[in-house]
């Protein structure tokens, strides 16, 4: 490392692991709210008899509106409903997704200091998938919490852990997995699309002189990435939520969700929510990208300090 700042020495598989998990878990804290508020529009809706915030019970319009509604009817602690399972969540899979798309992304180029297109969508698709193996049972609890009505008695988990242990009980290790298939297309099209845009438009900003690999340049190219990644990913990320937040029994499986949602409810409803979507997936892009090259930074600089000490 003689001769090089701690700048300039690329950063770690494991410096990316760990700063990849912390980074989205700093996103997650700032844009939850948002996350709830995505949840509730995109379960609205349902058919009747599910015990969810979808049938009727509460109306909710827009995403200030549903945020508005949920502080008033059931109290502002409610936009964090499923706020421990989603941390747990982000360090298992952020760490994952994130931290090894470079690695995986090498791995697939051989080394090759040119990266095609090609590989950067086989290294997303296979660090997403990964990503869902090891935290699905997480996700799952974190969407129950965030459709579930706090303020009512009839809630049907009452602690992180319960859920966990209830929903195991009730439905089997099956229902923990419930949504697999949804959430490995839904991360596999959601990974693709953010690291690969998030990648192309920072690698074309610098080799065009336009930014520098600083702040300006990261703010742009996440904003750009959660733009297109909601896009391309809503209609898969709505059904997730329904097939994930249903009872047993009520759907068949993911294509029975949107052939059933396609019936009752048309094409739109593939689209619900698709505003708090863009803004929580674009601020949490903006916030996890800067964070993340900022941690990388600073994991190194820390590294470099401690090896020439």
Request: glycine share 10%; aromatic share 10%.
């Amino acid at each position: 490392m003689v001769g090089f700042r701690a700048s300039d020495v690329p950063p770690t598989a494991m410096v990316k692991f760990i700063g990849a998990g912390t980074a989205a878990c700093i996103a997650d804290l700032i844009t939850f709210p948002l996350d709830t508020a995505k949840v509730r529009l995109q379960i609205q809706g349902e058919a009747k008899g599910t015990g969810n915030p979808g049938h009727g019970q509460i109306k909710y319009r827009g995403v200030f509106g549903t945020i508005s509604t949920i502080v008033r009817v059931e109290g502002a602690r409610s936009l964090y409903n499923g706020l421990v399972a989603g941390l747990q969540r982000q360090m298992s899979f952020a760490s994952v997704r994130i931290g090894l798309y470079d690695s995986v992304k090498q791995l697939y180029t051989k080394g090759s200091d040119h990266v095609g297109i090609g590989s950067r969508l086989m290294a997303g698709c296979t660090t997403g998938a990964m990503a869902v193996a090891v935290a699905q049972p997480t996700d799952v609890v974190k969407v129950r919490f965030q459709a579930q009505i706090s303020s009512g008695a009839n809630k049907r988990y009452h602690g992180t852990i319960d859920a966990y242990r209830t929903i195991a009980k009730q439905e089997g290790f099956r229902g923990l997995w419930r949504g697999t298939g949804p959430n490995i297309t839904r991360n596999a099209i959601v990974n693709c699309t953010e690291l690969v845009t998030y990648d192309l438009i920072k690698d074309a900003l610098i080799k065009s002189s336009l930014m520098t690999d600083d702040f300006p340049c990261h703010f742009t190219s996440a904003f750009g990435a959660g733009f297109c990644t909601t896009v391309i990913a809503s209609p898969v990320d709505v059904v997730k939520t329904r097939y994930m937040n249903s009872t047993q029994g009520q759907y068949r499986s993911a294509l029975n969700c949107a052939v059933a949602m396609m019936t009752k409810e048309g094409p739109k409803a593939f689209y619900k929510g698709f505003m708090p979507s863009f803004l929580r997936l674009g601020s949490w892009n903006v916030v996890m990208f800067v964070t993340y090259e900022q941690l990388k930074r600073a994991l190194m600089a820390a590294r470099h300090n401690w090896v020439t000490v």
